[in-house]
């Protein structure tokens, strides 16, 4: 799914932006070590808004912020 590859990028993308390491994130965010690595593996299909925005706080950036940037610009939704 297109959606899960974006939003893959966008966290590796900060993660090397912010030069933090996944368990960094993970204990910044308080988010599971395990749960972020799903959601990096894409073995969960859709994190939910609540962890994205605690991944957003453990990287210090506001959830527009973390939408707002080019890996989300071109996404197009289907129908479902």
Known sequence: ??????LVERINNLCK???MTYAALSFRSEV???TLMHIVDKS????GILTVGKLCDGFGVTLKEFFDSPE??????SDM
Do not use: L
Request: no cysteine; glycine share 0%.
């Open 32 to 34: 599971p070590m395990t």
């Open 44 to 47: 969960t299909a859709n994190p």
């Open 17 to 19: 932006e912010k030069r």
């Open 1 to 6: 799914m297109q959606e899960q590859n974006i």
């Open 72 to 77: 989300f610009e071109n996404i197009e939704y």
